[in-house]
C-alpha cells in the first residue's frame, strides 16, 4: 500500500509547484501573454479601422437616410 502513495501525484512532486519554476518557462509564459495581447490589439485595430471606412461610405443623414429596408418598417 506505501508503494501506491508513492506514486500518487501531489503538489509537492510538481516542479513548478511553490515558486520553483524554471525561468525559461517563466520566459514562456510572458512571451504568450504579450503575443496575445499584440494580437488582440490588431484585431481592435482592424476592426476599428473596418467600421470607420464603413462610416465614410455611408449616404445619407440623420433625417434623410441614404438606405432603407422594407423589412424594418
Known amino acids: 500500500m506505501s508503494n ?3 506514486n500518487e501525484p501531489s503538489l509537492e512532486k510538481i ?4 515558486g ?3 525561468q525559461s518557462k517563466k520566459n514562456t509564459v510572458r512571451l504568450v501573454i504579450v503575443l496575445l495581447l499584440v494580437f488582440g490589439a490588431i484585431l481592435v485595430y482592424i476592426k476599428n479601422d473596418t467600421y ?3 462610416k465614410k461610405e455611408y449616404v445619407g443623414t ?3 437616410p441614404g438606405i432603407t429596408n422594407i423589412n424594418n418598417k
Do not use: G
Open 4 to 6: 501506491f502513495q508513492d
Open 15 to 18: 516542479e513548478d509547484y511553490n
Open 20 to 22: 520553483k519554476e524554471s
Open 52 to 54: 470607420e471606412n464603413a
Open 62 to 64: 440623420n433625417d434623410k
